[in-house]
């Protein structure tokens, strides 16, 4: 798993980061709210881990704010802060599970595979749709309007992520890694070559534009309003 860990205390964090890595998962560390939401919206994460105390922005805004922008990366909260009211008010911001301090780790490593056990059930959607383009999961097609494109395997695989990911910037090396496997930058411009193949696919002959370069960004995917 790859988690991300929003923690202004840096002894906490270390500690973390640390069992989390030695547990066999990949962890990065945000010492604030900004940084942390910066990171979290990229959507490139299985669990998000998240401090309620933060400073620049707290942890409770950081979800909303990542929930408001679509991004379902499953969230843990950890606060000291354990009343009733406190954990609802957790819970109905948008976090997935909330867990009090101090907490033994084997309990915060338990809850994070249930999050990300749980995060893999609702990846079984077989259809997604970004305006009137449409790809198919389990019969492998994609159309637009009706009309059937065709797809090399690779581009199949990079409009299923950009698909998955549509409304939100998906930076290059988000598709490195989860479209190729790379997970280094080969120096190529692998990316922008099919990026360039598949734009033509699915805009040739179509009024709309689907596919956005985001400037010093990325790209995105997302049906004109």
């Known amino acids: 798993m790859k988690i991300l860990v929003i923690e202004d ?4 964090a270390r500690y973390l980061e640390k069992a989390l890595a030695e547990s066999g998962h990949t962890a990065d560390v945000a010492g604030d709210g900004e940084t942390g939401y910066t990171l979290a919206e990229t959507g490139s994460y299985d669990v998000l881990v998240v401090d309620r105390m933060l400073p620049r922005r ?3 805004a950081v979800i909303a704010a ?3 922008r679509g991004v379902e990366t499953p969230v843990l909260v950890l606060s000291a802060l354990g009343q009733v009211d406190d954990r609802v008010a957790g819970l109905r911001v948008g976090a997935d599970d909330y867990l009090t301090k101090p907490y033994a780790f084997s309990e915060l490593l338990a809850r994070i595979e249930v999050l990300y056990r749980r995060k893999g059930l609702q990846q079984t959607q077989t259809v997604y749709r970004v305006g009137d383009l449409e790809l198919d999961r389990m019969s492998h097609t ?4 009706g009309r059937d494109i065709t797809l090399q395997p690779r581009e199949f695989r990079l409009l299923e992520y950009l698909m998955r990911h549509a409304g939100q910037v998906v930076t290059r ?3 490195l890694e989860h479209v190729w496997d ?3 930058d080969p120096q190529t411009n692998v990316v922008d070559v099919h990026i360039s193949r598949l734009r033509a696919k699915i805009e040739k002959d179509f009024a709309t534009p689907l596919l956005h370069t985001v400037r010093g960004a990325g790209y995105m995917l997302k049906a004109d309003e």
């Open 9 to 12: 205390d840096r002894e906490a």
């Open 66 to 68: 990542l929930r408001a």
């Open 173 to 175: 090396t988000m598709l």
């Open 58 to 60: 707290d942890g409770m």
């Open 142 to 145: 994609a159309r637009r309007a």
């Open 182 to 184: 790379y997970h280094f």
